[in-house]
């Protein structure tokens, strides 16, 4: 595992701190796939997730802002 999530990490927020580890664990599969010579197959899948996941990480994080 190149990048591994940690407790140090954590904001505190369950919700949050799943989406993070989530994050670290397309980080990951990136770097694996680097490691395999996968790196051109992997990244259309990547981009489409960080398109669509990245939007409602931080839809999440204003709205938990909000909340506070």
Known sequence: ???????????????IDEQHKKLFDMADQLFEAGRNNKTKEFISELLDFLDKYTKQHFLSEETYMKSI
């Open 1 to 15: 595992m190149a990048i591994e999530w940690t407790s140090n990490l954590s904001v505190g927020v369950a919700s």
